[in-house]
């Protein structure tokens, strides 16, 4: 599958340094973002581990067809989606024995979503609040659900606009890299067609600007998507710039 990309981050206005990070791994089609957590260094480096693990994993495993994976293959799912979710679960644990083994990063952890194109399919590994979107016809759908309380509790309930704006805990999630020797991957597949947009970002892009502002945006840089991100992250910044602000953005042929 042909795919163009382009990808940047940006600190935001009111963080001293960036914890996120992001990779394209364009030989393998598979594009990356993670937003670490922990404060002072340990938030960037959570987050730069997940995104060389899993790099690391599928370029090994492309070189070497002996390669042992660190967990057993799971029934009912392609080899793809396998190769995908061992992936991210040998972050996990990398992350969580570097934090358990360093008093200094010791609560650090990251989130991650994982865009694979394979074949006519789109791959999703997802872990966190960290998003997946789609813009097809002009339609964004976001394709992954956030692991945060919020969304717990939207799930339960049903909350008004003005409800989950004042949410107290809106930036709590409930599951992360790095949080527990194992943890849920959760793997989507959804058919690629040419001209889809997909948008992988950190909430530093999604927490401050509408679904409405990405989807115009991408919209409107379909041809330039450089520009596209450049666009998101000063539409982030213009809205208080909160958070680090990562996003990528990939455009079937």
């Known amino acids: 599958m042909n795919v163009e990309y382009a990808g940047q981050s940006d600190v935001g206005r009111k963080r001293g340094h960036n914890e996120d990070s992001f990779l394209v791994l364009p030989e393998h089609n598979l594009f990356i973002v993670a937003d670490g957590m922990g404060g ?9 581990m997940a995104v060389e693990t899993v790099s690391q994993f599928f370029r090994e495993t492309s070189e070497d067809d002996d390669v042992t994976w660190p967990f057993k293959m799971e029934r009912g799912i392609s080899y793809d989606e396998n190769r995908l979710s061992t992936s991210i679960k040998l972050a996990n644990r990398r992350i969580h024995e570097c934090q358990a083994a360093n008093p200094k990063q010791r609560g650090m952890g990251t989130t991650l979503v994982c865009a694979y194109f394979v074949q006519d399919s789109l791959l999703i590994g ?82 401050m600007i509408s679904d409405e502002d990405i989807a115009r945006l991408l919209a409107a840089h379909r041809n330039d998507l450089a520009a596209g991100c450049q666009a998101l992250i000063d539409a982030a910044n213009e809205k208080g710039g909160h958070d680090n602000i990562t996003c990528v953005v990939v455009r079937v042929l």
């Open 126 to 207: 997802h872990v966190g609040d960290s998003r997946v979107y789609r813009l097809r016809s002009n339609v964004l759908t976001q394709l992954t659900e956030d692991h945060s309380l919020l969304n717990d509790y939207r799930k339960m309930k049903a909350m008004t606009d003005e409800e989950i704006a004042n949410f107290p805990h809106k930036n709590v999630i409930v599951r992360a890299l790095g949080m527990k020797d194992a943890v849920q991957v959760d793997v989507l597949q959804e058919d690629a067609q040419a001209g889809d947009i997909v948008l992988l970002c950190s909430d530093g892009l999604s927490g």
């Open 40 to 48: 002072h260094s340990s938030g960037e480096v959570a987050s730069k």
